[in-house]
């Protein structure tokens, strides 16, 4: 590795084991970079020294920002970063915000300063805030102060977290306050190395534990130079929009990295509900759409009440896209979905094929510069067509912070990613199943042990299951299967209470959305319950639903 910037060397300290990477790719000579490069420079302050700081960058019903804006916002925030809070090359921000332009300058700021960004998702209650905190020793947060309530709430369960400072509350120790300091318009980056880590990306696994992705600031770069270069294949004129959050690596790529690596425009929006995506595609004329096959399947029936055609490309992942979906939207709009598999261990899609490759269905191919097959329980590749795990390698990977679960992950070389997936003849690849428990809904990744837990904390339940039930609009929803303690009635005031339950003690779209109350769980002689079972269950009920 080149020598670190870093003076505070937790993050490098807590990679893996160098025997337990991936094997890593660069065979495109694009993604060859040098041993030292802050990503910031090349994402934001590169357009500056090219003459094209006018070009607009960020756009929110709020506010409008151009590159030349934004840049000297970023570096105002860090020199806030640095001088004010003490922040030295390697130490963890912890950024909370919904999509705007304040979230995106916070997180270009850390990563510029030398930090390493760590983001969570607005909806994210005190106990799961805590976690990434506590694992990754954050010591200072950006946050926005309309998430004050939880984010103040979590200073009890994270004594780590030592400075909270809050954007929108015109206060006098207030971010904006701070950022206007005479002379902070200026920030030279810091010289760190291509290998430096610049973000943590937290993701929930099976047992419910989220497991921090380390990534360098040349990985930030790779995903622009692989899909974004050779899949997405955008141009500089076009507007990105779309729903997922910037704490999502799939949100982070598909309306920040990739914009601005080529020097295009992006729609920021804090509510991105399908009307609200709708409603701003029509009226900014948005060219680039990333959601999840949910939102396209809930907008199929509202395309007549609104004009997009300035949609040119739109993108799905975080679930399987049904041809069904595809064929409708490309029926409606004349556009091809891009169809995509991605993790937040590989920082974004690997798999995926441009329009003219599409094979409706598919996944698609991977993505140049990525390698993929279908292996067995061995690890062995296994023939065309034959249903087995999916593995990957390319120029990005796997690095768990301080996990031993890197070693589940990553196998002779190869990321093995909880999937199950054929290979036809012709190298496309086909989506089967998930091989954990994680429940995919609407392109969240829930773990169920977590609701499980949420749920056990209610008085009323004794035991409790909690697996992904099929649901015709998204993909899995959240169902649990709940044996009450004695003198309480599983009745729909029951379900009411529990759902409620857990939303005010996870983030709120974690919360079961069929509750089906039983006299007993499925488990082992040993006592283990079986997931596999209620699965079953869970998919005969929904097939008979469907049947009647």
């Known amino acids: 590795m080149t020598p ?13 084991p160098r025997a337990q990477w991936p094997d890593f790719l660069f065979g495109l000579p694009e993604l060859n970079y040098p041993d030292r490069m802050n990503c910031v420079v090349e994402l934001l302050d590169r357009w500056i020294a090219s003459g094209g700081g006018e070009r607009p960058c960020l756009i929110s019903p709020a506010e409008e920002l151009t590159y030349a804006q934004l840049a000297e916002r970023v570096n105002r925030i860090a020199n806030v970063l640095t001088r004010e809070l003490g922040i030295v090359p390697g130490n963890r921000v912890l950024l909370r915000g919904p999509n705007s332009p304040m979230m995106v300058a916070a997180y270009l700021a850390a990563i510029k300063a030398g930090g390493v960004v760590v983001a969570t998702m607005p909806l994210l209650r005190a106990k799961e805030i805590a976690y990434p905190i506590t694992k990754a020793k954050i010591h200072v947060a950006l946050c926005d102060v309309r998430l004050a309530d939880e984010m103040e709430k979590t200073r009890a369960l994270a004594p780590e977290l030592e400075r909270i400072v809050y954007w929108g509350n015109g206060a006098p120790d207030g971010l904006e306050a701070l950022m206007a300091r005479p002379g902070y318009e200026s920030f030279a980056a810091c010289d760190t190395a291509a ?49 997922p959050p910037l704490a999502f690596t799939f949100g982070l790529g598909g309306l920040v990295l990739f914009p601005l690596r080529i020097g295009a425009s992006t729609v920021l929006l804090e509510k991105a509900g399908p009307d609200d995506l709708l409603a701003a595609v029509a009226k900014l004329r948005t060219t680039i759409c990333f959601t999840a096959p949910t939102a396209y399947r809930a907008m199929l029936g509202k395309l007549a009440e609104h004009d997009v055609s300035s949609l040119r490309k739109c993108v799905s992942a975080g679930e399987a896209l049904p041809k069904a979906t595809f064929d409708a939207w490309h029926a409606a709009t004349g556009i091809k979905i891009l169809d995509g598999i991605g993790a937040t261990e590989m920082l974004h899609i690997f798999i995926g094929s441009p329009e003219h490759e599409i094979r409706p269905g598919s996944t698609g191919k991977p993505v140049p510069g990525y390698e993929a097959r279908v292996i067995d329980d061995a690890g062995n590749e296994v023939a065309p067509n034959t249903i087995g795990r999916l593995a990957v390698r390319g120029p990005t990977g796997c690095r768990y912070l301080a996990d031993k679960r890197q070693r589940q992950y990553v196998r002779d070389g190869w990321n093995v990613t909880g999937d199950t997936y054929l290979m036809d003849a012709d190298g496309y690849f086909w989506y089967q199943a998930r091989s954990d428990d994680m429940i995919v809904s609407a392109g969240y990744n829930i773990a ?46 029951m379900t009411k209470a529990l759902q409620e339950h857990c939303k005010a003690t996870i983030a709120p779209y974690k919360y079961p959305r069929a509750v089906e109350y039983v006299a007993a769980l499925p488990r082992t002689q040993t006592g283990k319950l079986q997931r596999f079972e209620l699965r079953r269950i869970a998919s005969e009920t929904a097939s008979h639903k469907l049947a009647s």
């Open 448 to 493: 169920g042990p977590e609701v499980e837990s949420a749920l056990l904390a209610h008085p009323a339940v004794a035991e409790c299951g909690v697996v992904g039930a099929p649901d015709e609009e998204r993909g899995q929803i959240v169902k649990a299967y709940v044996v009450l303690r004695p003198d309480n009635s599983g009745d729909a005031v």
């Open 195 to 243: 290998d430096d880590v610049c973000l943590i990306g937290f993701t929930s696994g099976t047992t419910g534990e989220p497991k921090g992705t380390m990534h360098f600031h040349r990985d930030m770069l790779a995903t622009c130079d692989s899909y974004g270069r050779h899949v997405l294949r955008a141009e500089p004129s076009d507007r990105f929009i779309g729903s």
């Open 4 to 16: 670190s910037a870093h003076v505070d060397t937790f993050a490098r300290d807590s990679l893996p």
